[in-house]
């Protein structure tokens, strides 16, 4: 790995911004960052994509810090590498944030005032598509799939009434921004690289809730959120792949992961997308669909973790430019 500019935190607040193939999203949200929050340190990741990024964001910002990790290390991988570096430059608080976000001014701020009580947070999460209509506002874990989901808009409807706090207790966070102490994630760790992507900001939440750590949304904090920018060409069948099998691995570490836990988790969540396919009667995307969802089971049931396979990889690069 590579890094230009390393700071010294001096207790100050750290951003992780990880981008890969997501230029001009990571262009967006840091200059987003620069304007609404100059008080914190933003650490740029190319995971390997280069892309031109990291020149870019240099010569745009020279105050920013860019590291290159020279590989796709996934998300929780790229994550750590910058958590790594906030911990050692010795900031009090760091934040995990998506590329493919916006954050208004004094966002950052806020959340590290809540962080440095103890707790870990998320803000409220909203759709970057005019409609403020909310991505994420809270989770839970559903117990009948012991699938984490984000809660529904009626379900914080009915959260809020009678309540004028500024926090709302949730079971999860979302990757897409989470602030903690750099004492909580020290205390927590680092996220699980088994996961590569996906499940791996539930995984964290969850070792986080044992060990006595709130976790919250601020709900007077709000950013927005690209949705699913990162899952497009080969990224869309390599994103049911993590998906599924990540769903698999997460479900296994609960208590309560029967036989029928399992199923009810891939008939609701994982095998809709060939019902969909089959009622459009697009039986090649069936076929391509069938094939990445027996290879992440396969790939749960031999403990193959992290990164997806290689062949994988390259038919899911094929079939984008089909």
Not at 87 to 106: K, R
Not at 137 to 162: K, P
């Amino acid at each position: 790995m590579t890094s230009v500019g390393d700071r010294h935190g001096a207790g100050g607040d750290a951003v992780v911004v990880l981008s890969f193939y997501g230029r001009e999203d990571t262009e967006r949200c840091v200059e987003s960052l620069v304007r609404g929050s100059p008080e914190a340190q933003i650490l740029v990741i190319d995971n390997g994509s280069f892309d031109g990024v990291l020149e870019s964001v240099q010569q745009r910002w020279p105050s920013v810090t860019t590291l290159q990790t020279g590989t796709n290390l996934g998300f929780s991988g790229g994550m750590n590498r910058g958590i790594e570096w906030a911990l050692a430059a010795g900031f009090e608080t760091i934040t995990v944030l998506n590329n493919d976000t916006v954050v208004p001014p004094g966002a950052i701020a806020a959340l590290g005032k809540v962080a440095r009580t103890g707790v870990a947070a998320s803000p409220e999460v909203r759709y970057a598509d005019g409609t403020e209509r909310v991505w994420f506002g809270g989770g839970v874990i559903d117990e009948d799939t012991s699938l984490a989901r984000h809660l529904s808009e009626a379900e914080i409807r009915e959260t809020n009434e009678g309540t004028r706090a500024s926090t709302r207790p949730s079971e999860v966070l979302a990757g897409c921004c989470v602030t903690a102490s750099a004492e909580t994630w020290r205390s927590v760790g680092l996220f699980d690289e088994r996961y590569f992507l996906n499940f791996e900001d539930s995984d964290w939440s969850i070792r986080a809730t044992h060990l006595g750590v709130p976790l919250v949304v601020v709900t007077d904090v709000i950013i927005y959120h690209r949705v699913s920018a990162s899952f497009t060409g080969a990224h869309a069948h390599l994103g049911l792949f993590y998906y599924t099998r990540n769903g698999l691995l997460f479900g296994s570490m609960r208590h309560r992961w029967d036989v029928a836990t399992r199923l009810r988790f891939l008939r609701r969540h994982v095998v809709p997308v060939l019902g969909r396919d089959v009622r459009r009667h697009e039986w090649v995307q069936a076929s391509r669909h069938s094939l990445v969802i027996l290879s992440a089971i396969s790939a749960h049931a031999a403990r193959h973790y992290g990164r997806a396979p290689g062949w994988l990889e390259k038919r899911a690069s094929v079939w984008a430019r089909s």
